[in-house]
């Protein structure tokens, strides 16, 4: 611990559910609204429908855009759909974005530490994308090009591995002495969390098991911050996905969850787990949190 759900997960699936309950099925929601199959699932059964693109929603429909934030671009075609919009970006995204706008806004050209083709990062580089430069690794970092130099700066995606991210940052900081930096760290509290506690575990452990779904970010990310301590550590999305091979001379795991993952399915593979032998289950608590997001109006 920390694992499982953070405060901007927790409020964007509150989001979905209470606009079920007060509007009534069908809720349409732009992409998945957290990068978790089970959710998505559950939300999918309650009545909610999922979709890609704003122009397979109808006219006038309650529409949640997801926890990944959108560009500017896809509010003004909800706009011109006449949707109902209830908008579950997560707040800690919004604050990039008004970064990235601040920057842009006073001409600078913005690095963007992050991947490309993530939601997240198409949202924030829609802000400004004649001003935005995606820096996806240390490689690009050192070739990236801004038309002044002098007047660059750099933002991060939310959820990347924080020793990785860094490494990137300094390569862009050696190349770009005047280049302005984030006033607070981009990486959000819960990224920099799990990964602390997850580091803190790896070291102790013969297998790492972290619960997620393989397109969630920061899942991915906790998998490999385990691995790069030097323990074989897999991505799965349930129990169901647990190799046994793996196990065999594993007799100490460390189990996590990313931010988008339900806790519950943590507590599915200990007790799996538990059910191949004796097991006993020791929690290591690296901080707490106590994060809360308000609502917005429309559901609150
Ligand atoms: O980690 P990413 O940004 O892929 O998102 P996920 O939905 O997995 O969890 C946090 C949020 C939103
Ligand atoms: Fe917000 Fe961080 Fe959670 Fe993403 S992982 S929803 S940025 S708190």
Partial sequence: EPRSFCAGVERAIDIVDRALDRFGAPVYVRRQIVHNAHVVRRLTERGAVFVQELEEVPRGATTVLAAHGVSPAVRAEAEERALSVIDAMCPLVAKVHAEVRRHTGRGETVFLIGHSDHEEVEGTVGEA??????????????TVTAPDPARVSYAMQTTLAVDEAERIAAVLRGRFPAIATPRRDDICYATTNRQRAIRAVAADVDLVIVVGSPNSSNSRRLAEVAARSGVPAHLVDDVGEIDLGWLPGAGRIGVSAGASAPPEL????????????????????TGTEDVVFTLPKEVS
């Fill in 129 to 142: 994308p004649a001003d935005i430069v995606v820096v996806e690794d240390e490689a690009m970092a050192r």
């Fill in 266 to 285: 943590v507590d599915e593979v200990v007790s799996c787990l538990s059910g191949l032998g004796p097991v006993a289950v020791q929690v290591t608590t």
